[in-house]
């Protein structure tokens, strides 16, 4: 059946083609290569996304809680050594696989982190927000213990830390609905691992602040109006508590990096939620430039994941500080999601960005390449009832222009219900791919992931 409402299954994110979870971890090695692997590209790619284990209950279950799994592919001379699937052991997992607990310090409820996964420090993290620590893996991806930087964090992370170019540390806006209901918390972990500083931020009314931005003199933070419904978190009818509330207002705020105690710099926006921004920067003339994918509501008539309410496009916002206005404008009215950009470009002026189309069955589609000087985007269609999730751009060594790299994806052919790895010339989107590696599985819709290179975390 195809699928063009969420509301036409009573839960779309757990029954329905490729956002069904799967049941079995797996290993495979000497994978089956589609044209060349760069030698360039020696580590890992993996990605974290929900895969529920065993039953839940249709009726509350929302998309974004689902138990984490990490999926992983191994290159190394121009072979793909090995795909590798793992859940991200919380107390439930372990427990369905007949494990001990997991060790280390638990917040809150139990929770498997699903979001994000990557390296740094030497260590490989899985990530989610509100509450819950980071679980460290191993090179395998195997579960080692919950990790709260070494016993540094004293509340839960974000599912979007932001590496500091310069410093190599991670930023990230952290928060926690049952304690930190008042405020959030601005968190920098050094680039050995542990925290460094923490600065309580006070905002009304626990909005879900998924991601951030960083500039090189601020914090960018979106206040935007989805917000706890604490008689729903009570009621146990949803899993998820955080509903769309116009009432809470709209707004974007401008954290000094240099001064903590600075006043915020708050600027009202139109009434919409972001999930993901692409990139920030400051200006000469002192302005911040935002792009970012801009939904007009969120969680709203569809409250068991994002879809169902409106389609996500691609916007800019340039912030005026001295007049606290924002400009909004929109750069390309198709449906943009998980937006990209060179990760050495972080918080600098970037040219090119990278999204994902989101195609009729609510499934990732083709991928775009936006070039912000020329005002044009290029796309990589990836063939019928194929689509691409996040892409990672990995640059390439020595190599010359910001472009100058690949992206590398996790594309679902829903022709053969399987999955490869596909890495693309980001030169040249639209090109065939420089190489695609077959998979022993379909990986199912997620989240986000990060190319790992060898010379960061080595091989066990």
């Known amino acids: 059946m195809t699928v063009t409402d969420p509301s036409a299954s009573t839960n779309f994110y757990v029954e329905q083609g490729n956002f069904a979870p799967l049941a079995t971890e797996l290993t495979e090695t000497d994978l089956e290569v589609i044209g060349e692997i760069p030698a360039e590209l020696s580590g890992r790619y993996v990605r974290n996304g929900p895969n529920p284990i065993g039953d839940v209950d249709l009726d509350t279950h929302h998309w974004f809680i689902g138990d984490g799994m990490v999926h992983g592919v191994r290159l190394d001379g121009g072979r793909a050594c090995w795909y590798r699937n793992r859940w991200v052991r919380g107390n439930r997992v372990s427990e369905a696989l007949g494990e001990a607990p997991v060790p280390g310090t638990q917040y809150r409820a139990d929770f498997s982190p699903n979001t994000n996964v990557g390296g740094f420090a030497g260590t490989t993290w899985a990530f989610v927000e509100a509450g819950t620590p980071p679980v460290e893996l191993n090179y395998e991806l195997d579960t080692v213990c919950r990790n709260d930087f070494f016993g540094t964090l004293s509340n839960g992370f974000t599912a979007h830390p932001k590496l500091a170019v310069h410093t190599r540390e991670l930023h990230g806006l952290c928060y926690a609905w049952d304690e930190l209901f008042d405020h959030i918390q601005y968190v920098i972990v050094g680039n050995d691992g542990r925290v460094r500083s923490s600065l309580d931020i006070p905002i009304a009314g626990m909005p879900m602040i998924h991601d951030m931005s960083l500039t090189a003199n601020y914090v960018v933070i979106y206040d935007l109006p989805v917000t706890v419904d604490v008689e729903l978190a009570l009621s146990g009818t949803s899993s998820f508590p955080f509903r769309w509330n116009p009432e809470h207002g709209a707004r974007v705020g401008l954290q000094s990096r240099q001064d903590s105690t600075a006043e915020i710099i708050w600027c009202d926006v139109g009434e919409c939620y972001v999930i993901h921004p692409l990139n920030a920067y400051d200006t000469d003339d ?75 069955n609510f499934g990732p589609g083709a991928t775009y390449k936006h070039d912000y000087e020329t005002g044009t985007a290029t796309v990589h269609d990836h063939g019928p009832g194929r689509g691409s999730g996040e892409a990672t751009f990995v640059a390439r060594p020595d190599g010359e222009g910001e472009d100058d790299g690949w992206l590398i994806s996790y594309v679902f052919d829903g022709n053969e219900n399987r999955s490869e790895l596909v890495i693309l010339d980001a030169r040249d989107v639209a090109a065939a791919p420089v190489a695609r590696v077959t998979l022993p599985t379909r990986i199912p819709h997620g989240f986000h992931g990060n190319w790992i290179p060898d010379s960061s975390v080595a091989p066990s």
Request: aromatic share 10%; with cysteine.
């Open 286 to 360: 002192g302005r911040v430039v935002i792009d970012l994918c801009r939904y007009d509501t969120m969680f709203h008539a569809d409250t068991k994941g994002p879809f169902g309410d409106s389609m996500p496009t691609l916007d800019r916002w340039t912030i005026d500080p001295s007049t606290r206005t924002v400009n909004e404008v929109r750069i390309d009215d198709r449906v943009h999601e998980f937006p990209v950009v060179r990760g050495s470009l972080t918080g600098r002026r970037h040219r090119f960005g990278y999204t994902v189309g989101v195609d009729e």
